[in-house]
């Protein structure tokens, strides 16, 4: 089955720095590649994702890039605020095939203000 | 998107008993999962539950602990019987939103099993 690892597991970085988090996946039939950002007492949030057929998609201060040769993905948030602190997941599936999400271990990002 | 509710929100429990969850849908989706996110840790699938069919269980997870109920496209329950502390955990469903590949879930259930 699908395996997904992710990197790091805690991230601090000052407010207004970047913060990337990258994950590696390990069936290469896998085509859709979501993120989700979960605050403390909170259901998972969808925050962005990409299609196997998509390098790169950006929405607003989030982007996402994907290689699918070399099976890695990775989150990239600009400009973080305090608010962006949160724990951050990555997940793989295969659309209709299941669609069932392998989550990656989760990054939990702290924001110094 | 989907908006989804789950109740109870919280719950603590004597071991040996069993709590059902509910999950409501303000739509009609095909597909629902129920996760499991142990204290500290990521989330992993407990079963698939279809409308109509029975629900499919991943590796490690039976129906007579886990019995699963999809009467209809915006509801589900996911039952925990005969619990132990070990069952401890934040209970999740989701839901693939209809005609495309997001899945949206619920703000969970915390159980304590004491």
């Known amino acids: 089955g699908e395996n997904v690892e992710q990197h790091p597991s805690t991230l601090s970085v000052q407010e207004g720095d970047s913060a990337v988090i990258k994950c590696t996946y390990s069936?290469?039939?896998?085509?859709?590649f979501p993120w989700y950002k979960q605050e403390l007492g909170k259901g998972p949030q969808l925050i962005i994702d990409i299609r196997s057929n998509v390098g790169e998609k950006k929405d607003q201060r989030i982007a996402v890039t994907l290689n699918k040769t070399a099976k890695h993905f990775s989150l990239h948030i600009t400009e973080t605020q305090p608010e962006d602190s949160a724990v951050y997941f990555c997940a793989a599936s295969i659309h209709n095939a299941g669609n069932m999400l392998t989550f990656g271990g989760g990054t939990r990002l702290m924001v110094k203000p | 998107s989907a908006v989804i509710s789950q109740k109870p929100s919280r719950d603590i429990c004597q071991r040996g008993t069993s709590l059902t969850i509910q999950c409501q849908v303000d739509s009609q989706v095909t597909m629902m999962f129920w996760y499991r996110q142990q204290p500290g840790q990521s989330l992993t699938l407990i079963a698939t539950?279809?409308?109509?069919?029975?629900?499919?269980?991943e590796s490690g997870f039976v129906i007579d602990k886990f019995p699963i109920s999809r009467p209809n496209l915006t509801f589900s329950t996911l039952t925990v019987s005969n619990m132990s502390p070990e069952d401890s955990s934040i209970y999740l469903c989701?839901?693939?939103?209809?005609?495309?590949?997001?899945?949206?879930f619920g703000p969970g259930t915390r159980l304590t099993v004491t």
């Open positions: 989701s839901v693939l939103a209809g005609g495309t590949y997001e899945q949206y």
């Open positions: 069936d290469s039939a896998s085509n859709y």
């Open positions: 539950a279809n409308q109509g069919s029975e629900a499919t269980y």
